[in-house]
Structures are given as structure tokens and as C-alpha cells.
């Protein structure tokens, strides 16, 4: 009988997520730059040769011009490694990044590669999002007939349908700024985030530069609505459509309780036992299982209840086994959502702040994710831990892993 491995992960590093604008922290460094910096960290503090790394896998959502082909074989080029780590790149929206874990954890799992290295980059300062285009969102045909509405829109109407308030919006918000100030100045990113570095060597960037500690209900109450403009333009009646029960979408998401736009890369080192022990490798956590789903695309972002729970039934986990989540924050609604849905008290949910706060590096947040939630469960000495993303089109993404 053949044994399935298991797939462990032995590191996980970030770099500071830069404001995704011109003069942003990041603003001046390649994508694929922040990529191969990571890369020698990563082969710096494991120790691993590169000639065993059996492919990279590098989620990215807007894959074109300096984010174009497979990052992860280019930046291994930069470092040297020219007859060594093969790359491919991936696109699920926001999980992209998260997505590359399960695809590693799967190929260590088939036991047909052993080392694996995954994560993400998105550069949205150089590379603006929606640059890569679509059907779904930029062909009038398709959209029209596929009921298109932007994210926003769908944001709005969960709370709208969920009886999610605009103070509720705004004080999960205001504590995922705190959180993420307490973070910072507790250390608690001191292992993971790696310093951004120019050419010369100089340190450009070193820590995530959109928190805002002192947020409060108050102080983003007093933010306009940004999404009642496309609403009144015709997105309300394509939601309204599908949701006739609705006799309007009430818009509170601001730019305070949302995602920020934001520039970043991460890596996940994700290898099996056996070469864990041969590459002198110290696994952290071992992947228990991978969920994803389809869910209704006009509401589009009520997916990660639903992965999530696919997670824990490969898992062989129930909610209550988990000690800590990360709720990807793209709009305050999707986490406020996701508790109600499964009773995950407020407690255990992005202990350290999350993309509201420090912003959301699309194609890097996933793996980002993977490792604030590796660091917190050996901080807090948690077993189980639970990434999940919602993404666009109507889908859902998540991961459970287990400190080792």
C-alpha cells in the first residue's frame, strides 16, 4: 500500500506591503526584483540547494507587461540559478497566491516532486489592476450576459442582506488597523517580513506602510461611500435582478473599510518529510487540506464559509478544532459575513490585523496570509489555523494547517 506524504512548510517570508502608487514604498522596485529577493532569503536562512527545488509556482493577477510569463523561473534566473527551479505562474483572482500553496502541498502530496517553492507578487503601483483585461469584466457581450457587477457592488449588497451596519463595517476596520499597529509594535512581523533592497543594496522598504493605528469608527465614519456612483449607473438594477427580495443596496464601504491598494511579494517553502530531512529542512506546520468552491457570482464574495468547510472535511476538522483564522479582509462585509455563517467568534479572527489595514497585494496575499498565520500559531502555541479568500466571479479558496 502506498503511503501519501505529507507536505510540510519549513518557511514562509514576506516582504512590507508598499502603497500601490506612484512615490508608494515599493514603487520603484520590480516585481520580479521583490521576487528574487525573497528567493535568496529563503536559500539563505534554509539552506537548501537550488537544484532540488522541483518547481516554483507564483500566483499573479495581473500577469502582463513586467508581470508577464513565469516570475518564479525569471527571478530564479536573477539569482544564478540557471540549471536549477523550474517556474509556472497562476491566476485565481485574490487567492492567487494562496492557490500556489495548495497546488505545492498537492504536487508534494502525488509524490512526484518533493520541493516546492510558492507564493505571490503583485506590483499594483507598475502594474495597475485590470491592466491584464477579461471578458468577464471589459467584454459587454459577456458581461452583459453573465450578469457583471464589480466587487464593491457585491460588497455592499452582503451587508445590505446581512444587516451588517456601517458602524459595523467601520469597527471591524478600525481593529484591524489597531491590530496590525500592536503587531508591528509587538514584533510579531519581525520573523517574516523581509526588508525590500535596491540594487545597491539600500534598504527601501522595511515595514507595511498603510496602517493607520490610530483609526477609529469615528475617523472613518467620516469617509464618503465609493461604490454608490457605479451603483446608481446601472449595477444596482444587474444586482437587484438576482435579488429581488432587496428593495435597495444600501452603499457603506468606503476606502477605510476596504482593502488598500498595495504593492508586495511572499514565499511558502513547502517539501515533503523525506526531503525535508534530507535538505536539513525543519518543518513548521504540515498542510492538512485545500477547499474551493463556486458560489453565486452577482453576491461573488460569500465563497469562504463554503471553502472552509470543504478544508476541514479533507481535514477531517470541524470549525471548533481551529484556533486561529485569517479572513482575507477585501471589504469589511467579507469576514463579518463569514463569522455569522459559521459562528468563528471575533477572537480568533485576524489576531494581527489584515488587508484593510496593511492592503492587499492581489496575487500575494494568500501567501502572505499562510505566514502571519504560521507565526501567530507558534506565537500562541495554536494547533490548527485556517487561511480563507473569497474571490472574484463567485468562488471561494482556503487552507488548514497544523503546527508541527
Partial sequence: MTTIPDAYICEALRTPRGKGRAGGGLASIKPVQMVAGLLAELQARTGFAPEAVDDIVLGCVSPVGEQGGPMGRTAALLNGWDMAAPGMQVNRFCSSGLEAINLAAQKVRSGWENLVIAGGVESMSRVPMFSDGGAWQFDPEVSTATDYVPQGISADLIATLGGISRDDLDAFSARSHQNAARAWADG???RSVVPVRDQLGLSVLERDENIRGNATVESLGALAPVFDGIGRGG???????RYPEVLSIRHDHTAGNSSAIVDGAALVLVASGAQAEASGLLPRARILGTGLCASEPVIMLTGPAEAARRALKAAGLTFDDIDLFEVNEAFASVPLHFMAETGVPLAKVNIDGGAIA????LGATGA???????DALERTGGRYGLVTMCIGAGMGSATVIERV
Fill in 188 to 190: 510579531h512581523f519581525a
Fill in 235 to 241: 449595477y444596482d438594477h444587474v444586482a437587484l435582478g
Fill in 358 to 361: 496593511m492592503g492587499h497585494p
Fill in 368 to 374: 502572505m496570509l499562510t505566514g502571519t498565520l504560521l
